[in-house]
């Protein structure tokens, strides 16, 4: 069974500082990962997705993410934190379509993100 | 192209009615899979339907079903609500060629039940 481990409910940056949030994944199959981003009273928005090929992917609003399967690892990170980015974070992984599969991501528990002035 | 849309934005019920709750997926895609959200328990999948037929089922008791119609919108009905069971309800859809289960979300439905 595939799960997700977000290490750290919560993470303080100040703004300017790097972010690093952390994932990790178990999966049976070699696994399509993405990172989703939650602001308060909305749905979830797709930052990243890592499905095959480069293991560093880069996505929107500065984010980034490396693949590592020998760590299997999915850890997002940004280089300089802005208060914008405050917001809950969660990462996800799917084995693909087919079988017990359609249609389901798998959640880790979210790291809610704040940055300080 | 517009979003996932859900109808209604909040609903406030009481325990033992039952509700239902509404998903226009985007344009074009005709997977549709739900999701209850919940402080305590995270984002925990409930089912996903595709042209129709509910492919996959998450692990919720009877009480929790859905439909899909031929114009791929779906709604999810909530039967004999338990206090249990506010929540925010969240629907994605994802393209019928998408090889990743790559999942676009709606704003969500707010239950709550008094």
């Known amino acids: 069974a595939q799960s997700v481990t977000q290490l750290g409910s919560h993470v303080s940056v100040s703004e300017g500082a790097l972010v690093l949030l952390r994932c990790n994944y178990s999966?049976?199959?070699?696994?399509?990962l993405f990172w989703y981003v939650q602001y308060p009273n909305q749905g979830l928005q797709l930052l990243l997705k890592?499905?095959?090929?480069?293991?560093l992917v880069k996505g929107i609003n500065g984010f980034e993410a490396e693949f590592k399967k020998s760590e299997t690892s999915f850890h997002l990170t940004k280089p300089s934190a802005h208060m914008s980015d405050a917001a809950e974070y969660f990462c996800?992984?799917?084995?693909?379509?087919?079988?017990?599969?359609?249609?389901?991501?798998?959640f880790g528990q979210g790291t809610i993100l704040t940055v300080h002035p | 192209k517009a979003g996932v849309t859900q109808t209604p934005r909040y609903l406030i019920k009481t325990r033992g009615q039952q509700v239902t709750l509404s998903c226009s997926p985007i344009?074009?895609?005709?997977?549709v899979s739900w999701y209850q959200q919940t402080p305590g328990q995270g984002l925990q999948f409930l089912f996903e339907?595709?042209?129709?037929?509910?492919?996959n089922k998450g692990n919720f008791p009877g009480r929790f079903s859905g439909r899909q119609f031929s114009n791929s919108r779906s709604e999810m009905n909530v039967s004999t609500l338990e206090l249990g069971d506010s929540a925010l309800y969240l629907c994605?859809?994802?393209?019928?060629?998408?090889?990743?289960?790559?999942?676009?979300f709606g704003p969500g439905t707010r239950l709550t039940v008094l």
């Open positions: 999966s049976s199959v070699p696994p399509y």
């Open positions: 994605a859809s994802s393209h019928d060629r998408d090889l990743y289960n790559e999942q676009f």
């Open positions: 339907y595709f042209s129709e037929t509910q492919r």
């Open positions: 890592y499905t095959t090929g480069a293991t």
């Open positions: 996800a992984v799917s084995d693909g379509p087919g079988g017990t599969s359609y249609g389901k991501l798998t």
């Open positions: 344009s074009g895609h005709r997977s």
